[in-house]
């Protein structure tokens, strides 16, 4: 063999090991190591509902040196209802609001990551049936090959092979037929609490009272695609639920159902002074700080934020990550506004260029306009309070927000 | 009476005529992936999307166009073959692969997404195994994105969401 030969076969080799994770596998084939057992009855007659936190449902990003947007999110989906339906006659995916019913429910904590260029994907899961009781609780893992050129590919892959891996140890074990299960129930009937990852929360945010009811008024980001809200009032922690927002003005209205004497009223003309001192409170960093609410002094720093906004105010009381929702207080106890965001620095930062307490504020018009339009309750304040009794305010009616997914 | 009704008839339709004149389009930052910001200008050009602009970046509404493909089953047995060929020829011949490319719209507000809308459309390309990856586009591409914009428009026009953000725009600002 001459050596062009030989050449030639180590260059289609290696052309060969670089398409690994180019092409969509088999879904017939399954993974190494995994059988079915012969006696199952395949598909299962079992309604089944699949849970999938609302973020990774969503997941994608664009890949930097292609410039393609990679869906990670589609790609999971489409690979688990390849198998899925090959598995069960009846599939859908868990949607708390829905009367649709269910005979079993996979409840699926999804983690991606990174190792050597791999694509790894670990699959949390537990399996309840139709009285809400965990019959099974695993967890599977694939590492799949990442191909940059076709990265789509390799999600699916990772996520065919690990749907596989975990509906061969729910069929074998679980033997899943309408004989063996043969009660149902509605998604609307089951706890969230059971499906959410209760140890940790996903997010944490800020929210206040704004009228003896007990509703609170947080920013919309706060508490989205959160499957359980837990509004933390003091010492006591309740469950809270969103009744209105507005994407538009990143707002939102939480009921918490527990009356409250603690309550922030707004300043009834309207409008914001520049200079003016403001105070927030909010619990940022969870997790890493106390539990303990934060009390920042500024000013209203300018009437307008970035270029596009609506809506927003300048203010220059330092905040956090988990400060959204928060309000905006006037040294006389006024509500001003709701803390929305702080300029994005990573940009400005490869700049040279590092900007102070930049921070953005829903104006109270805008607020009032909501708050209006939805008819809720809401006062304004008549009162002049001093500065002690403005803090003391601001942090009863103050509340921690942590969403659960 | 019936001079009565007609009059009332022609004051309310008067006044809907007054309101959707007065009625404000909706400012948009416009972002996109694509190597060359092809659909900008075509883009603008559509009524309810004539407030786009490249440089709102405070604006809580986001329109993004972006790209993605996905191999086609005949594409990846054509293209594992031809890599094969490509590979002992030591790169003669280029490798030949048959993709669904897809184009999506989407619009979001502050971060969340009320509306997307995706075109998809075959393409099968030659690459050359020695030649980096190339991000520009070609003609092809190109004529295939400015097509998807009528029926972009025929969707922006029939989207219920995108419809109660604009009530929703025009009621507060």
Known sequence: MNYKALFSIALTCLLLTSCGGATRLDANKLPKGYTLNKKLSIPSDVPLAIYLPKSVLEGSFVQKYSNRRVEVGKSLISAMDTVTNKYFTKVSYFDPSSDENFGLLLDIEPKWDYKNGDIVLTFNYKVLNAQQKIIMESSTTYEGTFNYQYPNVGFYNSSLRATQQMMVKLLNKLKPTAAIYPEVATMNSVSTELLADMEKPVSSGTGFHINANGQILTAAHVIRNCLVVKAQVGEKVTNASLVQESPLLDLAVMETGKPTENYLKFRKTNDIVLGEKVTTVSYPLKGLLEASPNLTLGNISSKKALKGSLGLFQFSAPIQPGSSGGPIVSEHGDVLGVVTSTLNISSLVERGVIPQNVNFGLDTKYINKFLNKHSFEYKYNSKKLDSKNVSDATLAATVQLACYQ | ?173
């Open chain 2, 1 to 173: 009476m019936r001079l009565l009704f007609l009059t009332l008839i022609f004051i309310s339709m008067s006044l809907t005529a007054v309101n959707a004149k007065d009625a404000k389009t909706l400012p948009m930052h416009f972002f996109t992936t694509l190597p060359d910001e092809v659909p900008f200008e075509s883009l603008k050009k559509l009524p309810l999307l004539s407030e786009i602009d490249k440089n709102l970046p405070g604006s809580p509404v986001v329109i993004t166009v972006s790209l993605s493909q996905q191999n086609t089953t005949g594409g990846e047995a054509a293209g594992f073959a031809s890599a094969l060929l490509s590979g002992s020829t030591l790169g003669l011949i280029p490798i030949i692969t048959n993709q669904d490319w897809t184009l999506r719209y989407d619009i979001l507000v502050n971060k969340k997404k009320i509306a997307s809308y995706s075109y998809t459309e075959n393409f099968t390309e030659t690459i050359n195994i020695y030649a980096g990856i190339d991000s520009k586009l070609d003609k092809k591409t190109m004529d295939w994105i400015e097509s998807t914009i009528p029926q972009l428009e025929e969707s922006l026009q029939s989207d219920k969401a995108l419809k109660e953000l604009i009530e929703e725009y025009n009621f507060y600002f």
